[in-house]
């Protein structure tokens, strides 16, 4: 059944100055856009006014609202020293509930394991979010080295293969968790 009132939102992790992601998002949003099967939401970190202090279970922010409404995200992720950036860290302990019974995929990106280890400790964090992770991800390894004159990033062979494949599972799961939640939030009687 296909089903274009799912919503995504893709998480843009990184928030240092002249980061690499803007080239990444550039070419990932029109991707996720062609599929009919959700409506994407952008929630870009250097644009989402975070507090600086942790609220045990997490914290309303400006954000809060298009996190709860998802039924799937995907985090576009670098690597940094094999691991993710702290202000994703920072962003996922200031929500909670919003995770909840929702999947998660991951395009990651880094210079020679293509984010793989940033993934890794982002998976044990999710579980603990009681959120399902993913099996396929997209593991972009220098990215820069793809890059066109003009700016655009042009994936190597299999890229869209594989956004495909995790698309299609992170698919399977937001309908599945969608139903699930829906089934709990109102028991029949």
Known sequence: MIDSSLSVVLVVASTRPQRFADVLVSWLVPLLEQHGWFE??????????????????GAPTDVSGNLAAADAFVVLTPE???????????????????????????????????GV???????SVFTELRATTTRNIVALSNPS??????GRFVPGP?????????????RWWAETLRTGRL???????
């Open 40 to 57: 994407l939401t952008v929630v870009d970190l250097v644009k989402v006014n975070l507090p600086t202090e942790l609220v045990a279970g």
């Open 80 to 114: 940094y020293n094999h691991g993710y950036p702290a202000q994703l860290k920072h962003f996922l302990d200031l929500h909670y509930a919003e995770w909840a019974r929702k999947p998660v995929t991951f395009v990651s990106y880094g210079a020679g394991s293509g």
């Open 117 to 123: 280890h940033a993934v890794e400790q982002l998976r």
């Open 145 to 150: 080295a793809r890059v066109r004159s003009d």
């Open 158 to 170: 299999g890229t869209e293969d594989a956004l495909e494949a995790t698309l299609t599972e992170l």
């Open 183 to 189: 089934a709990i939030a109102r028991p029949e009687v």
